[in-house]
């Protein structure tokens, strides 16, 4: 069971496979999850089916660094994010998935109490803008 879900309409006018593709362009995925990205780099893997990208993020705290794997699958994009901040390790798995006329992404939050609290709290407040951003994008 996900620790939480965000659920985004689609415009009027933007089919799922607009969506689709958009949730499959890899640059795109990591612009739109890394909203304060100072740098990211390619690590292994294809970028047109799946790929980790080592990614380094400005936080309230600071800058990070981690791993993000994007994988590709026919109604949108998997995405895993693996971090060791000072205080444990994280994991953020979401399922982006096209499901009808909405944007859907199934969250899991693995960690310590604190980091999955504070993980959680920051995807059910920023989740919803990156949808709207990559909606957006989609779009365009």
């Not at 304060?36 to 799946?50: C, M, R, Y």
Request: hydrophobic share 35%.
């Amino acid at each position: 069971m996900p620790t939480t879900t965000i659920y985004t309409p689609l415009p009027a006018g933007l089919n799922a496979a607009t969506v689709i593709k958009a949730l499959h362009n890899h640059e795109l995925m990591i612009r739109t999850l890394c909203t304060s990205l100072i740098s990211h780099e390619f690590v292994s893997g294809n970028p047109s089916t799946e790929a980790t990208y080592s990614i380094t993020d400005k936080k309230p705290i600071g800058q990070t660094t981690y791993k993000l794997t994007l994988t590709n699958v026919a109604d949108g994009v998997d995405s895993l994010v693996n971090a060791k901040p000072p205080v444990g390790i994280l994991t953020i798995a979401g399922k982006w998935r096209v499901v009808g006329n909405t944007l859907t992404e199934d969250v899991e939050i693995d960690g310590n109490f604190m980091m999955k609290k504070m993980a959680k709290g920051n995807v059910e407040k920023t989740h919803p803008q990156q949808h709207s951003m990559l909606l957006q994008n989609a779009q365009a």
